[in-house]
């Protein structure tokens, strides 16, 4: 009996014993120590089913429960719960999380992310996110670079570049994980680029030489464009509509309008919602699903993959002397500004759809290549050779090459041109409209205006006379490439001939033509060498003489001089004889007549001889002869005095006149 009670207070003792070491075991079962960047997570055995699709307990349902085992020793019962430990959400530096929620609300029909409010924060706290009206699927916001959070693993799933945090309670998923071991990115569709920081920046070229770039967005969500819209632009072209409004006012000018509206298209939104970081503000502001009107600048942004895409494409960049003609895909309805008498399309202020009248000068500028197309234009003067040689300015004559001709003989050409052309910056949207592109402009326009004008003037004259007349035909090329493009508002600024590459029949015969040429010249040369020769010579000779010549010519010159001192003195004399003989006739004239009246009357009252002895008489008075000679001369027979007067007359006129002395008696 009393190794009975011995043998039950043993038994009696080992199961207190027992109970008290299970109890001790399920009580240091139920204990859990949390790492400092780890959460418990708790799922409760048994209780009370949870509500709807819901895989969180909130109100101690059976299954996950929404409170989670923060870092330190924890105490969970065992019996009741169990608990796995996770670790905090940690993205590292460069890249982002992308949060799935797979609690929440069901998503309305066509949405592909869930509505963020400010109140979910960074998702750290489950109940405010369900009792907010959380929706299930992927979150418009990403976790920034650094963020380390205790975020729930099974509410939600964080997928980064190098592992996906939480529990998945999709089969498909928990299949996927078992078979690979582990949820990757692969798993949701994602590249590892994706889940990087998204970030602009310039490009190096193989070359060294640095590419501007900007980012071209797509948004996957959010309503459909309207009808006839290609991108999406918050508010429309609304802003531009006012800004043309206001232009009517005849304060503003219409090129500083529309610059003004040039620079409005070009600026960016971005800035209204965060650069698409903020894609529920995007949606709030009236962001529309598609193609996105403004691009990203320089930077980093962190962009969610399942709802923005980014392209990178080089910025436009218009070099000095370049002009870009746009043609706008976008914008506001056509409204044609190029008049009536042209022709060839639609020309329209910036901000509406076709080529814009005001062309984008130098510089660069963040342009989305999908909604516009620039078109550069050079400004300067570009040289174009229809020959092998092709110009590194601008290659824009690589497809142009010899002209090949026929002369009227039928002689074979090859024309090496060179034609220089200038497109005026404020022409330029009109010649963009007309041919469409600058090398349009050269290979289908001036290529066959050129070469069907040399074709056509070469077929009609001689080769010979081709050649003879290359400037005239050069001219004539000018004026015609002139007349043509002008047509397309271009400027002609020169044609040149540069080569003709004749036929080798020609060449022959040009050659022999030429060396009888040149013959002729040698001969003519050689005649002109001994015509100096004779010249030289005589130049020699005329050197030596040169003293002879020079006294000779002293002296015709003191000749000529006295020649002329002689003539004009005897002109002198001649006028003076001339003047006054012509005096003297005439007193002598007037004297004569009174005298001969005299006379007559004399001769009526004295008669013939006693007038003639009277006159004599008066004329020896009057005269330096003496009345009484100095020699008597007598005549034969004692003459009478008659004979004495006559002899002494004849004895004055022999002394000479009376003026020399008398002869002695």
């Known amino acids: ?20 070491g299970g109890v001790l075991l399920i009580l240091l079962s139920s204990i859990y120590s949390v790492g400092p960047t780890e959460v418990g997570l708790v799922r409760k055995r048994f209780g009370a089913r949870l509500p709807g699709d819901s895989p969180i307990a909130t109100k101690g349902e059976a299954g996950y429960q929404a409170d989670m085992l923060m870092p330190g020793l924890r105490f969970k019962l065992c019996l009741v719960y169990a608990v796995t430990k996770h670790p905090w959400v940690q993205v590292p530096a460069g890249q982002i999380g992308v949060v799935i929620s797979q609690v929440g609300e069901a ?11 400010p109140e979910f924060g960074n998702f750290a706290d489950v109940r405010t996110f369900m009792a907010k009206g959380g929706q299930k699927g992927v979150q418009r916001p990403v976790l920034s670079p650094g963020t380390l959070a205790p975020i729930h693993p099974v509410a939600f799933l964080v997928i980064t570049r190098a592992e996906v945090f939480g529990v998945s309670i ?23 680029n994706q889940l990087e920081v998204t970030r602009i920046s310039p490009r190096p070229t193989e070359g060294g030489k640095v590419v501007d770039m900007v980012g071209i967005v797509t948004t996957l969500e959010g309503q459909p464009l309207p009808a006839g ?3 999406s632009r918050l508010g429309g072209f609304d802003d531009i509509a006012a800004l043309e409004t206001a232009a009517t006012d005849e304060t503003i000018a219409s090129d500083t ?15 209204r919602h965060n650069a698409y970081q903020d894609f529920q503000k995007f949606l709030d502001l009236g962001g529309r699903i598609g193609l996105q009107h403004d691009p990203l600048l320089y930077g980093a942004y962190n962009l969610n993959p399942f709802l923005v895409r980014v392209e990178e494409v080089p910025m436009l960049v218009i070099e000095q002397s370049q002009v870009a003609v746009v043609k706008a895909y976008v914008g506001l309805p056509t409204q044609d500004t ?23 000068r130098t510089g660069k500028y963040p342009i989305n290549p999908r909604c516009y197309q620039a078109v550069i234009v050079p400004t300067f003067i570009i040289t174009l050779n229809w020959a092998d040689a092709v110009s590194q300015a601008h290659n824009l004559d690589a497809q142009l090459s010899q002209i090949e001709a026929k002369s009227s003989e039928g002689f074979q050409f090859a024309i090496d041109l060179q034609v220089q052309i200038h497109i005026p910056d404020t022409q330029a949207p009109y010649v963009i409209s007309m ?3 600058v090398p349009n402009l050269v290979n289908e326009v001036l290529q066959a205006a050129v070469g069907n004008h040399f074709r056509n003037k070469l077929q009609s004259m001689p080769a010979v006379r081709f050649i003879g007349s290359r400037e005239e035909v050069q001219q004539g090329a000018f004026e015609y490439v002139k007349t043509e493009l002008a047509k397309y508002r271009v400027e002609t600024r020169g044609v040149y001939i540069q080569a003709v590459v004749l036929p080798q029949q020609l060449v022959q015969v040009l050659t022999q033509r030429e060396i009888a040429n040149q013959e002729i010249a040698t001969y003519q040369m050689q005649k002109a060498a001994q015509d100096q020769r004779i010249e030289t010579e005589k130049a020699k000779g005329t050197a030596d003489m040169q003293a002879d010549l020079a006294k000779s010519q002293v002296g015709v010159n003191i000749q000529t001089n006295r020649t002329a001192s002689r003539k004009m003195e005897a002109e002198g004399e001649a006028t003076y004889i001339e003047q006054t003989g012509t005096a003297q006739g005439a007193q002598v004239r007037s004297v004569g007549l009174a005298r001969a009246e005299a006379y007559e009357r004399q001769v009526k009252a004295l008669g013939e001889s006693a007038t003639a002895f009277v006159n004599s008489v008066e004329a020896l008075s009057k005269s330096n002869v003496p009345f009484m000679p100095s020699t008597l001369v007598m005549g034969a027979n004692g003459g009478g005095a008659l004979d004495g007067l006559m002899a002494l007359m004849m004895r004055q006129m022999g002394s000479g006149n009376g003026s020399q002395k008398p002869l002695a008696p």
């Open 257 to 271: 309008s529309d610059a003004r509206l040039i620079e409005t298209i070009l600026g960016s939104q971005n800035n």
């Open 229 to 231: 819209d290609i991108a």
């Open 338 to 360: 190029s008049g009536k008498d042209f022709k060839f399309g639609s020309l329209v202020r910036p901000g509406h759809r076709g080529i814009w009248q005001d062309p984008l």
């Open 1 to 20: 009996m009393a190794l009975l009670s011995m043998t039950i207070g043993f038994l009696s003792a080992s199961l207190i014993a027992a109970a008290a």
């Open 170 to 192: 999709s089969a498909d998923l928990r299949a996927l994980a078992r078979s690979k071991g582990r949820l990757t990115h692969e798993a949701f569709g994602l590249s590892a």
């Open 435 to 437: 041919v469409g592109s």
């Open 107 to 117: 998503l309305p029909i066509g949405a592909k992310s869930a509505v963020y409010k």
